[in-house]
């Protein structure tokens, strides 16, 4: 089974506004960790947050929040204030247990941000 | 502050050939390693990963392989390529405990 899904189309973002990129994920293990990564036509995979299954708050940096939705599984990204350079995939992902060596990935997010 | 090299950036090889892709990592010590592979259009598959010198674990079988001679540095490596190795090969470290990754700029390689 899938343990991370991302099932959104490309989307097309118009500069200055907020984008939420969905992630659903799948696992029986109470401990858990969420990553968002960013990866431009560079190819370069970028850390973006990080969300612990035992953290009582929102994941935020910057730009970036992570709406953490524990009973439904979901951990969907949002950038406010898009910019030009946010074009990009972006991908979910979940490491299992602590110290697990092992992230699950998902197939990703294009967003493309218009002037 | 820690950064990570791969090398080379771009591959072109033909079927059969031989195969090895370098990784080093600097400003940290003793990290966790990783060999990642990704598909056109798709996420990333972990192939390989190592807690340390000589320790290495295998995720996927496959005719490539992994190895970790030094502290910093991470080697995939193949005795024959198929057309089905070609994709992007991304390396990545941790700190010892597991937690974020960190990823190289990645290496493109076709098999012809």
């Known amino acids: 089974a899938q343990k991370i899904t991302q099932t959104q189309p490309g989307m097309f973002v118009q500069e200055k506004e907020a984008v939420t990129l969905d992630c659903t994920y799948d696992?029986?293990?109470?401990?858990?960790?969420l990553f968002w990564y960013k990866q431009p036509s560079s190819g370069e995979m970028i850390f973006l947050i990080y969300?612990?299954?035992?953290?009582?708050q929102n994941a935020t940096e910057g730009r970036y929040s992570l709406n953490f939705q524990k009973a439904r599984k979901s951990a969907n990204l949002v950038i406010s204030a898009s910019q030009l350079g946010d074009s990009a995939m972006y991908f979910c992902?979940?490491?299992?247990?602590?110290?697990?060596?092992?992230?699950?990935f998902g197939k990703g997010n294009q967003v493309v941000v218009i002037p | 502050s820690q950064t990570i090299h791969q090398w080379p950036a771009t591959l072109v090889q033909p079927v059969g050939s031989p195969l090895s892709l370098e990784c080093t990592v600097e400003?940290?010590?003793?990290?966790?390693l990783y060999w990642y592979r990704q598909a056109a259009g798709r996420g990333l598959q972990l192939l390989f990963y190592?807690?340390?010198?000589?320790?290495i674990s295998s995720e996927v079988p496959q005719n490539l392989s992994a190895s970790r001679p030094q502290d910093r540095q991470f080697i995939l490596s193949s005795k024959k390529l198929l057309l089905s190795d070609s994709g992007f090969y991304l390396c990545?470290?941790?700190?010892?405990?597991?937690?974020?990754?960190?990823f190289g700029p990645g290496t493109r390689l076709t098999v012809l």
């Open positions: 190592s807690v340390g010198i000589g320790q």
């Open positions: 990545a470290w941790s700190g010892a405990r597991a937690d974020t990754q960190y």
């Open positions: 400003g940290t010590s003793n990290p966790n």
């Open positions: 969300q612990g299954s035992y953290d009582q």
């Open positions: 696992t029986s293990d109470p401990s858990y960790g």
């Open positions: 992902a979940m490491r299992e247990g602590r110290g697990n060596n092992r992230l699950a």
